[in-house]
């Protein structure tokens, strides 16, 4: 399954957000997906991932009660609303998938990468 986030534009502190991340392929009800991030000069993190039955979110302690993902299996898309928005959030965002557990954090451990989309939090 190949995957490609869009979504991203510049928000003012507080505001938000919503991210899609389109996959192709027929499998894709069949992954877990998940939200990264990279800032500037920083490492590529773990945001937030969802199973493939909708159930099990798991989130980033940094985001959560402000960030929700969801899927929408017969639209081979998953969502990522982000509310309350921070300047530390500032990143390009990327989705990617895995078969097996949500709650599995590494980058290295998802796959089907694509170009991500660029979010701009202003203070």
């Known amino acids: 399954v190949q995957l490609q986030a869009s979504g991203g534009g510049l928000v003012q502190t507080g505001g938000s957000l919503r991210l899609s991340c389109t996959a192709s392929?027929?499998?894709?009800?069949?992954?877990?997906v998940g939200w990264f991030r990279q800032a500037p000069g920083k490492e590529r993190e773990f945001v937030a991932a969802l199973s493939r039955s909708h159930l099990n979110p798991n989130y980033a302690e940094s985001v959560k009660g402000r960030f929700t993902i969801a899927r929408d299996n017969a639209k081979n898309t998953v969502y990522l609303q982000m509310n309350s928005l921070k300047p530390e959030d500032t990143a390009v965002y990327y989705c990617a998938a895995r078969v097996g557990s949500p709650y599995v954090t590494s980058v290295s451990d998802y796959n089907g990468w694509g170009q991500g989309t660029l979010v701009t939090v202003s203070s």
């Open positions: 392929g027929r499998t894709f009800s069949s992954h877990a």
